[in-house]
Each structure stands twice: as structure tokens, then as C-alpha cells.
């Protein structure tokens, strides 16, 4: 199948390169040049263009930052989008997380034109994307979500159905706020045992096997040196950025005035890592939220 990969970034860049391993022949398109050479090296074909990209494309697949990149890259600024150069009617997928309102605008455009169009976006972070084993959370009818199914197979180990256009960003909206408010309780029960004189990796084992367990404790662990493979044995680098998560729960907290739902957890987490990157930790993995809870003391 002729899959056209636009956003080649930490989380495009493997799932691009798990299209390849499954045998697809796919097109790439990024800003960056040295992003589109690995995926040349591993067998893509490079495009100068978005348009280029998919002018053969049988499935469009997009992972972007935010929802002004979507926007941007599909309804065009001050001219046509990506939108109205795909006249073959090729299956959307942007697996970005953006706003609901964001994707069903974006949606609504693509049914206009006689498009199908699906928002995928996806859990599981850059070790899920490396590993082919993303949670993707899928908005679109039912029909478009079975052609999608065998594409996104070869990228995650859970698909689902949310609903319709933008239901796929609620999902998502909701379990990253979740992983934001456990991030942030992990890192401050783990700080608070370590003053008290406890070993944080006996207390991160103790919390694991209790009521207080987690995938922040199971997965990636925010304190430096007790999980080997986590960001934060790495000097907080790459990973899921404290900038993006921020993002996502001002994503929330706008839903939540929308629908005037009550997220005083959630509201904290926002203000918690908006703080952190504030002071200039934004770059970093979201895990370095740690750092937040050990200011004025050495690692």
C-alpha cells in the first residue's frame, strides 16, 4: 500500500519507520531534512511538498504538534490545504492531538469534499512508537475505522473506536490529563519519601505492589536511576515533552469550561507543569516534573 507520512517528529518518525518494516511503500514529508534522510535510509521515498507526498497515496497519515499545524496543513492560510489536492480520495489519518473542535472542523471539510477522514490520536509514548505497540483512540464512522484498522495495526497493539469526529480527541484529552495528574502524584509521593530517608527505588517498589501503584511507577519512573530505561535515567531527554503535556491539559481544562465540568485535579496538574516549563524545563521529558518537587537540591 502507498502510504503518504507527514511529521516526521520523536513519535512520527518510528511509526513511519514500522510502515516500512511492514512492507508499505511510504512517502514522507517533514520540515526537517535530516529527519526525512533516516527515513530514505531505512526506504521511503522523500517529497518536497505535503501535496507531493500524497499524490499517490492510497492512506494520508499525519502527526503534527498542535491543531494550528492541522489546520494549516489541511484547510491552507491564505490558499488552498492539502485537502483539495487529494481529487483520488485517499483515507485521512491524523494522529495528532489536537482540540475536538479542531478535528471535527477539520473533519467536516474533508466530508464536504467527499473525504474520509479519521482522528487517531495516539497513547503509549516513543517507546510504544518504537515498539509498534501505540494505543491509537480513533474518531470517524465505522466504515473509515475498518479501512484504517490494518494501517494502524502496524503501528499500535490497541485500536479503538471512540466514536465520531473528534471523539477520538476526547478520549485522549481525558487519559492524558489522567497520566498528568498520576505524573505529578508520583513525583511528589516519591520526593516526599525520599526527604523522609527512604530509598526511592525501595519506596517506587513498595508503591507498585500497593494500592498506590501506577503507570508512572510500573513504566517510567520519574526519579533519576531507579528505572534504567525511563527519561529520566537520561537526563530527562527526548520522551514525551513537559511543553506537549502542558498542551494537553490546557486542551482539558478547555473542555471543561465548555461543558463546565469539574476538573479541580486536573486544573492543579495544568498550573503544575505550565510552572515547570515556565522555568525552562519545557524541552524536557514530562516525567521532569520531578525536578519541580527537588528544586534547590542535588541529584
Known amino acids: 500500500m502507498n502510504i503518504a507520512f507527514i511529521g516526521l517528529g520523536n513519535m512520527g518518525m518510528p511509526m513511519a519507520g514500522n510502515l516500512l518494516a511492514a512492507g508499505h511503500d511510504v512517502v514522507v514529508n517533514d520540515l526537517v531534512a535530516s529527519a526525512m534522510q533516516a527515513l530514505e535510509e531505512q526506504g521511503a521515498t522523500r517529497a518536497a511538498s505535503a501535496a507531493a507526498a500524497c499524490a499517490e497515496a492510497e492512506v494520508v497519515i499525519s502527526m503534527l504538534p ?136 525501595v519506596l517506587s517498589e513498595i508503591m507498585k505492589q500497593s494500592s498506590g501503584g501506577n503507570w508512572a511507577l510500573n513504566v517510567y519512573n520519574p526519579w533519576p536511576g531507579v528505572m534504567a530505561e525511563s527519561a529520566a535515567s537520561r537526563d530527562y531527554q527526548g520522551g514525551f515533552l513537559t511543553d506537549l503535556m502542558a498542551k494537553d491539559l490546557g486542551l482539558a481544562w478547555e473542555l471543561a469550561q465548555k461543558t463546565r465540568a469539574t476538573v479541580p485535579m486536573g486544573s492543579q496538574a495544568r498550573n503544575l507543569f505550565a510552572l515547570h516549563s515556565a522555568q525552562g524545563s519545557g524541552r524536557l521529558d514530562f516525567s521532569s516534573i520531578q525536578k519541580l518537587y527537588r528544586a534547590g537540591e542535588d541529584d
Open 66 to 201: 498542535a491543531g494550528e499545524h492541522v489546520r494549516r496543513l489541511y484547510l491552507g492560510d491564505d490558499g488552498p490545504g492539502l485537502l483539495d489536492a487529494l481529487a483520488h480520495q485517499p483515507l485521512i489519518i491524523d494522529a495528532s492531538t489536537i482540540s475536538p473542535d479542531d478535528a471535527r472542523l477539520v473533519g467536516q471539510a474533508a466530508r464536504e469534499r467527499g473525504l474520509t477522514y479519521l482522528d487517531a490520536p495516539v497513547s503509549g509514548g516513543i517507546g510504544g512508537a518504537r515498539a509498534g505497540t501505540l494505543t491509537f483512540i480513533v474518531g470517524g464512522d465505522a466504515a473509515g475505522f475498518e479501512l484504517a484498522r490494518p494501517v494502524l495495526e502496524c503501528m499500535g497493539g490497541n485500536i479503538f473506536h471512540a466514536g465520531d469526529i473528534g471523539d477520538g480527541q476526547v478520549a485522549k484529552i481525558c487519559n492524558n490529563m489522567l497520566l498528568g495528574i498520576l505524573m505529578s502524584g508520583t513525583a511528589e509521593a516519591l520526593s516526599l519519601g525520599v526527604k523522609n530517608g527512604l530509598d526511592p527505588a
